[in-house]
């Protein structure tokens, strides 16, 4: 009788069932991962609720966990082997077309699970197709040649790296898409998990002032915010950010991204978040 891994599957809208699949067997260049930690993401919650397909699918895409089995050429080409811990990036592009060659393989057509039904990412690919184990809610994942991984540091916990993803975000937004640097001024709009990151990353690149916008329901973490960095918090339920941000700024104002805006002393309005070219306004005109 051949070995079972249990999966908690999301059957339908906020319905999940525990099933069992067989144990793949792991090619040369493949591998499988014993999940420790899945993280869920404010697209889990949303997915949960209104599952974009029908097909059942074993979520997760926040993926901690240690190399459990890998053929030789996967020990080979990544310079791991089994018990090593990594992180497993969601997205499986095909890392032969433009969009991985430049490494923005999360373009790739081959993880796009939306426009083709043979893309695979980490998540959300239907467990209908084999070997079926295509998320972390699950005892192990299976990790095809050209997943994307990253090995853990020796002494981090798996609790500690479970948080790499909106971390990696609030880089990847902060430091690549908004260019923050030395004395950049900042505006985070949502104190998440990834707003928060945002602040950190900021603060780290050298932003002189670092402003977070939220909720009244936001209370807790906005105080996080300012533990992490931000020097300022608004609340928007009770002043107007626009004013207060104008204020604040004597007037130099930025247009607003929908997560983050960088903006220079010189130039109020530099925009920084690629978002913002769409829906931004400067905070100090409120026109």
């Known amino acids: 009788m051949s070995e079972k891994v249990l999966a908690a599957v999301r059957t339908a809208p906020e319905t999940t069932e525990f099933r069992e699949y067989d144990m793949p067997d792991i090619p040369d260049d493949g591998a499988l991962l014993k999940i420790e930690v899945a993280g869920i993401c ?30 030789a050429t996967f020990k080979k080409r990544r310079g791991l082997r089994e018990g ?6 969601h997205y499986v592009g095909c890392m032969n077309c433009e969009h991985c060659h430049r490494g ?25 197709k084999a070997p079926h184990l295509w998320g972390g809610f699950a005892q192990y994942m299976f990790l095809p040649w050209n997943s994307v991984i990253h090995r853990v540091p020796d002494g981090l916990s798996a609790e500690l790296a479970g948080v790499v993803t909106p ?17 950049s ?19 780290q690149a050298g932003a002189s002032l670092i402003f977070v916008t939220g909720t009244s329901k936001d209370t807790k973490r906005m105080e996080v915010a300012l533990k992490l960095g931000a020097d300022h918090v608004i ?20 247009r607003c991204g929908p997560r983050l805006h960088r903006w220079r002393w010189h130039n109020p309005d530099a925009a920084g978040d690629r978002g ?12």
């Open 185 to 203: 001024r900042v505006l985070v709009q949502g104190p998440g998990q990834q707003g928060l990151s945002q602040v950190v990353a900021c603060k």
């Open 104 to 128: 923005d393989y999360r373009l790739c057509i081959a993880t796009d699970w939306r426009r083709n039904p043979d893309g695979i990412r980490f998540g959300y690919t239907s467990a209908l």
């Open 235 to 254: 609340n928007v339920d009770a002043e107007d950010p626009v004013a207060r941000i104008a204020e604040i700024t004597g007037g130099r104002g930025g």
């Open 84 to 89: 090593d811990r990594v992180f497993a990036e």
């Open 167 to 183: 971390m990696a975000n609030g880089i990847q937004w902060a430091l690549f898409d908004c260019n923050v640097g030395y004395d």
């Open 42 to 71: 404010g697209t889990d919650v949303k997915f949960y609720a209104k599952p974009p397909i029908d097909d059942p699918v074993i979520m997760g895409h926040e993926n901690i966990g240690v190399i459990a089995k890998a053929g």
């Open 276 to 287: 913002a070219q769409a829906q931004g306004r400067n905070p100090a005109d409120p026109g």
